[in-house]
């Protein structure tokens, strides 16, 4: 069964930091391109960050850029968002989903995009 698991979400102070982890399991991890999407109360799904099936390529949303980064280990069957500095308006569901079209590129589009977890919460409040 294809199945992909987010943790590590939780309450942060503004400044912050935490790590996001995607654990997949049921297909082979490693010919996928992985990407993280958040979506807060009221507003639609927004890409944050994605990385391609060899980790050589990395997007990010112009919001996060700088304070995010995502990473993969394949060995792992694990994609990471390191979120840094994080603001309150970083607060939001976030959710991976893995694009079978096995490129090795990415979209923060997620019409691309296959088979997603269920989500982790992230607040970011003082």
């Known amino acids: 069964q294809v199945q992909l698991v987010e943790s590590g979400g939780g309450l942060v102070q503004p400044g912050g930091s935490l790590r996001l982890s995607c654990a997949a399991s049921g297909f082979i991890f490693d010919n996928y391109p992985i990407g993280w999407f958040r979506q807060a109360p009221g507003k639609e799904r927004e890409g944050v960050a994605c990385?391609?099936?060899?980790?050589?390529?990395?997007y990010y949303a112009d919001s996060v850029r700088g304070r995010f980064t995502i990473s993969r280990d394949n060995n792992k069957h694990t994609v990471y968002l390191q979120m840094n500095s994080l603001k309150p308006e970083d607060t939001a569901v976030y959710y991976c989903a893995a694009d079978y079209s096995r490129s090795d590129y990415c979209s923060l589009s997620a019409y691309q995009y296959d088979n997603w977890g269920q989500g982790t919460q992230v607040t970011v409040s003082s």
């Open positions: 990385i391609s099936r060899s980790a050589s390529n990395t």
